[in-house]
């Protein structure tokens, strides 16, 4: 009986550690905080722990299919949309119909079910108020204005090899200059001059905007609202001519090593908890779970380009190779 006794208690230990253990990896392309904060809360509620690495989109895309024939990740939480068409193009991801997506409007999720877009956020120009004062400049309000000589070398803006932010950038561009490539080009060549620094991130450009390293920088609206809620003394303009808007999406891993885990934290960022998570951090959330009252952005009041997302994901290696023939190999 002692013996008995002894046996299930290990076997009840056993089972324990076993679920004490239960994770699921994830590359994940939000910023650090708001990742942190996602995954605490789901291991939090589900007892399941989320390993996480931070990637650009670049980056992400690049791991996925590096590690095409031996998956590390079993899901892709954020990221530019077009990270994650180019990812299903490639077949790096699965389709997954998730019972959660009724809430979330149909042009913001793959035909298929590849991916899933999490929320928006439209390109805008940061501008440091203080560095702006003592150089005696003003904030950019446009695309020509940004490239005039006044701020030459003022300018941080990533690198669309490792950004989609940045490819979001080139592509804006190409949808104002109505597809007419040379023009983009000869267009990026001027804001050339203006660039001080191509970062890795596409956040990165704001932070240092926010702390007086540069007077100005290109990223994503929310981004820098949050860094101007947290007290950076800068100044948000959107181009008027017109500006591109991410999908930040997910997707699972084609193959992953985790794929039921990866299906419960899928559906827990779609749910309630998290969407409210999403719109306190200045993004806009476009499943009807997020709280509409926090939304900081009102995009349907901003002047946005006619975005072909496929299109822009298939030509991106040619796209981003010109530029780097033209303009990153300088």
Known sequence: MKKLFVLMLVLLLSVSVMLGAEIVKAYTTFEEPLAKELFDKFEEETGIKVEWVRLSTGEATARLEAERENPQASIWAGGVGLGHIEAKQKGL???YRSPMLANTPAEYIDSEFYWAGLYIGPIAFATNIDRAKELGLEAPQGWFDIIDSKYEKLVRVANPNTSGTAYNVVTTLLDIFHG??????????????????????GSAGGKSCAIGEIPFAIGY????VR???QGAPIEITVPEEGTGFEIASMSLVKDGPEPVNAKKLYNFLLGKEAQEIFASWYVVPVSKNAPQEAIAIDVNKLNTVEQDL?????NRERLVGRWNREIGNK
């Open 221 to 224: 609206a929310h981004d820098l």
């Open 310 to 314: 496929v299109w822009d994901a298939a």
């Open 180 to 201: 007419d490539e040379d023009l983009t080009f000869m267009f990026l060549k001027h804001l050339d001059n203006s660039i001080e620094q191509y970062t890795k991130s």
């Open 93 to 95: 991801t699965s389709p």
């Open 227 to 229: 860094l101007k809620a």
